[in-house]
């Protein structure tokens, strides 16, 4: 099972030809992941790690039969890429992109969803599912296969995260890395409702931080919907208040989405809150 | 990046949104005429200037420039006036809130209104405040305008202005890339205009790319905050001893609450983004050593790069500095053991986790030296 | 049964206060419709026809739990109340309005559709379930109930031919005027397709005319999925080529959508096709 | 409203797209100097003019006069020619083809583009044009003109030319409400240029509420038709002798089509849209008695109206201009009794069904006088 990518997933890179492009399409199939496809215009004909590159998804999908994509073109030529993906028929969306304008990601998130499409990000590290396939920038070394749920608006504390849990014998189903924007394609509820439903997925764990109140909602949609144990870590607690903490996502304002209310909501609706990312397997046990 | 109020509503203005007439002086004597009775507003970029002082009226050249002096320089809630607008006096008959903003969970832009206007909007109830989403597939379209006109109550010219105001300024969010457009207040005056008395506007400092006209603006530095900007790097400056680098907000952060288990506290944090790139680690850790701090806390989760090649940047920047803060060393990833063992013949404190890290550089700070 | 407007539709009425407004409010009334409130922006309070009259859908929709619009707003103001519809959560806009300019019929279409919202029109009569329902501008004394459903391109010659078929005692289950503008809400396809699920519906009535290949589409969609019986009557076999007829649907152009091709592939799909509208009852029987 | 290519190209450069440099006169005596070689080309609304000897190269000014001198007044398939348009001379390397226009299947605009540039589009095999739809909710992105550009497999510099002509093209037809743009030929010059040859831009006369500026262009309409359109009533002259008055295009060509089946020919159709306006009704029996058709046919399907007031418009016309034509009156509606017993009491042939009516005017229409 597992969720969103997969054994059937077929990627096609946006933007292969760069550093970062390169260096993953190698990792994401060291991983297992089945990548059929590049993009970058003017580059048709030439190949990437044995990988043929065309100039348009539009020709990669009907090529190679394509139906997911992995976006690392930057951030001027981003909102394109990713309707480009969209346009084509594209199934799921990994934006891995930085930076990104807010009114793009509105623009790509809206058109997404009224499409049917799954987003992941923008600026998120992307989606693996041990055993199967990786799309995105996580590191490889950190996986191994089992039934928890990983679920984060972080990057490299997910990998931290996750790795805690590997190292303790326990695996994953997917980790969804949903990157901490303002405005991101897949947020906390749309994850949890596919874990929820997934059969190989026995134990959630949810990433937050500070910032925005997307934690309160997955909160509130947990009381109601999930019936699987949850663990969840919320990272700022200790945070200067005000601050600009690096991303968009931790901004504190108008005394909500503060760690304590995260944190509250998390517990009133039966949630496992550890505080320190290292106490996240404990709580799995 | 904020705009200052003047440059706001330059931008208002631009979009044909009314704004009182004036000008933005940097000294008293710069104060030639004025359009009529003004106020004189300090130019700065926080909240509470009026309760500061930082506003003052002035009906002649003489009392403005008299106004202008005592404002400019005025250390506002710690920012320093530099600048003075002054304005046109408004004859104010009613105060209204509107701004645009973004909806996060709506993953939308949202219009705010409300009648109760001139006030902070956090502290107007709830029920006061329109709270009206633009759906992005259907745009905005003129019955926005209306519906937020009509949850004001107003009377039929005056709420075809405000539609009018509602179309601009959505139309100013989306041309400039605004994270945010507040007009508060926005007033109706004795001759039954409406006019924007204050003005904020927050641009998307990510979409800056596509707004070079933008970029040239001062904004309020220390000499280290220009560096790590210039080199992408979030600085932020607390009360502790102990300097943290790390890679990624959520790590930082993650990092931040360990110390705190521990009984330590951050003096300032760097964070590097997402990458585990050695020469940013390098450039950090010569910028965190400019700091000064008691203890250094180094936490990289490598991705791309291999962990020997992150201790080799950091051992350059040492050698480079000289730094001798005792520095306590985590770095996961890919050739793990040999990184550690080049950063322990360094003289630093190896941790392998990151409680470990916390807890040992929590210990080193409470060290009495 | 019958399709999209019957005893649970609820009625407001944008734009209530013109002529047109006013007047058909007392005809759809008066065919059985819950007209429930109308819109007029700055009008709130006052009754048309004792119908209260709102400042927005949205303030209609929850003061009356309306669930479906009619159109009479003149073509600048069009695009606008369609889309404020869309936006209060009506799930069926009918649009009387003519002229309508292409790029506004595009916008609130493709608005429509990403949100699973039925648009009737523009520039149509509108949709009449006898004994249940109406919602348009159709003359009142042309129906009479059964289990035909019509649906056609035309205004006034869907009367001719809906007034043929009562005439000779057939009723109709629903009729749906979908218009004649070269892009509309609704389509031959997607009315066949409930027809063909409607169970009140045991024949099929579909009124064409030259101009675009719809009629083509259509025939090509009932070859594959109707079983019902379908009788056609297409408009303009006799029209001057290359002329215009009056609306946009009508042009002929670049040798396809000719009266000949919509008849030939209707007829290959097992369509009856009348050669004149009084024809239609006598191919029904 | 169909555009002439001058003015069509003026909107072209408007938005961006390079086309040649030129100027139109309408007098051979207006041409002063040249910019260079160029072609005299004849401004009608009709295509077809090549062979038609609308189009001539001229390299004097004496040249130029004297092509401008042939070409004006020339009549093109039915169109006078009344002014030409001299354009510089391009270069030519390539001909592509180029529009954008709307695909009501999919209802949303649709690019065609072609390598077989020059001909009629019609002319070239499907498997060597482009159908690429823009989707209206994604809306225009660069990848559509990369994709364009790409079918067209043009070298780096002219797809990069192509592409951004693309999106000016889609930006004209937006902001000005053009249901067709077409370039044909899209022109490659020797020294790289990619250049509008020839324009063609039909405005959705549906949207000129908001483009006032293209009401005043001239149109070629006779004085009926003219009169018809202010009226707005589609007016077309056929070959037959009915004259038919309907209302609505559905109607109006079910009309026409029941006439054929019994052997009788509509000559002029006056088809009113879908009202039943009295008022209407009246004018268009007075437009009819103009056209002077040997009978005239009056199918008119009530709506709001009641039928003995449609017919009390009905004999007011007839009664101001004395029309004596034999007239087949078919009013359906309320008070249809009512109505047909007035129209028969003012000596028209009342009918009670379409193809009744049909059948009495064609054989009227059929009778040796």
């Known amino acids: ?285 | 990046m904020k705009l200052f109020e003047y440059k706001a509503k330059e931008v208002m203005r631009k979009h044909g949104i009314p704004v009182p007439d004036g000008f933005v002086v940097s000294k008293p004597d710069e104060i030639k005429s004025l359009p009529g009775p003004v106020m004189v507003k300090a130019q700065v970029l926080i909240g509470g200037r009026g309760k500061a002082g930082g506003i003052k009226p002035a009906d002649t050249v003489a009392d403005a420039k008299k106004a202008a002096s005592a404002i400019l320089g005025l250390n506002i809630r710690g920012y320093i006036t530099k600048q003075v607008l002054l304005e046109k006096r408004l004859d104010v008959v009613k105060e209204l809130y509107l701004s645009i903003t973004i909806d996060r969970s709506r993953r939308s832009l949202i219009f705010m209104a409300s009648a109760a206007g001139g006030m902070d909007i956090e502290s107007v109830p709830e029920d006061k405040i329109l709270m009206l989403p633009v759906d992005p597939i259907i745009g905005y379209q003129p019955f926005v305008g209306r519906h937020v006109a009509s949850f004001l109550k107003l009377e039929p010219e005056q709420a075809k202005r405000v539609a009018d105001i509602c179309a601009k300024l959505h139309e100013l969010v989306v041309e400039e890339d605004a994270e945010l457009a507040e007009i508060n207040p926005l007033v109706i005056t004795k001759d039954g205009k409406v006019i924007a008395g204050d003005a904020k506007i927050t641009i998307d400092s990510d979409a800056l790319f596509r707004h070079k006209d933008y970029e040239s603006l001062p904004e309020d530095l220390t000499p280290l905050e220009e560096k790590a900007k210039k080199l992408d790097i979030a600085f932020v400056q607390l009360d502790g001893n102990i300097g943290v680098i790390a890679n990624g907000a959520g790590l930082t952060m993650a990092t931040l609450d360990s110390i705190n288990m521990f009984g330590g506290k951050a003096g300032v944090f760097l964070d590097l983004g997402g990458t585990d790139d050695p020469e940013k680690v390098k450039s950090a850790m010569l910028l965190m050593s400019e700091a000064n701090p008691k203890v250094i806390l180094l936490n990289i989760f490598g991705g791309i790069t291999k962990c020997d090649t992150v201790a080799k940047g950091v051992l350059e920047a040492i050698e480079a500095k000289k730094i001798r803060t005792p520095i306590v060393a985590r770095i996961k990833g890919v050739n793990e053991e040999a990184g550690r063992t080049m950063l322990k013949n360094a003289g630093m404190i190896p941790a392998y986790g990151l409680s470990e890290a916390a807890e040992l550089a929590s210990k080193e700070s409470l060290k009495v030296v």
Request: glycine content about 12%.
């Open chain 1, 1 to 285: 099972m597992a969720i969103i990518v997969d054994d059937k997933t077929k990627l096609v890179i946006q933007g292969i030809t760069g550093y970062q492009g390169t260096y993953h399409s190698q990792a994401m199939r060291d991983f297992g992941t089945q990548v059929v496809a590049g993009v970058r215009p003017g580059k048709a004909g030439e190949k990437v790690n044995d990988i043929p590159v065309f100039d348009s998804v539009r020709d990669a999908v009907n090529r190679t039969g394509a139906n997911t994509s992995c976006v690392f073109v930057p951030a001027p030529g981003c909102r394109d890429a990713a309707l480009e993906a969209i346009y084509a028929g594209i199934e799921t969306v990994v934006i891995i992109t930085e930076h990104l304008p807010v009114m793009d990601a509105i623009h790509i998130v809206s058109v997404a969803r009224s499409r049917g499409v799954t987003v992941i990000g923008p600026n998120c590290p992307g989606i693996a599912s041990p055993g199967k396939a990786k799309v995105g920038i996580l590191p490889n070394m950190i996986f191994r296969k089992g039934n928890i749920g990983v679920v984060s608006k972080s990057g490299t504390l997910t990998y931290e995260i996750v790795n805690a849990i590997s190292e303790r014998k326990m695996g994953q189903s997917t980790c969804v890395g949903i990157g901490g924007d303002r405005v991101s394609g897949t947020n906390f509820i749309d994850v949890l409702e596919r874990f929820q439903t997934d059969k190989q997925t026995k134990k959630i764990v949810l990433v937050g931080e500070i910032g925005g109140t997307s934690e309160e909602e997955a909160a509130e949609y947990i009381k109601g919907n999930v019936t699987k144990p949850v663990v969840a870590y919320i990272a700022g607690r200790t945070a200067p208040p005000g601050k600009r903490m690096g991303h968009a996502g931790a901004i504190i304002a108008r005394g909500r989405g503060t760690a304590e209310s995260k944190i509250k909501a998390l517990e009133a609706a039966g949630v496992k809150v550890a505080k320190i990312p290292t106490d996240v397997p404990d709580l799995l046990e």
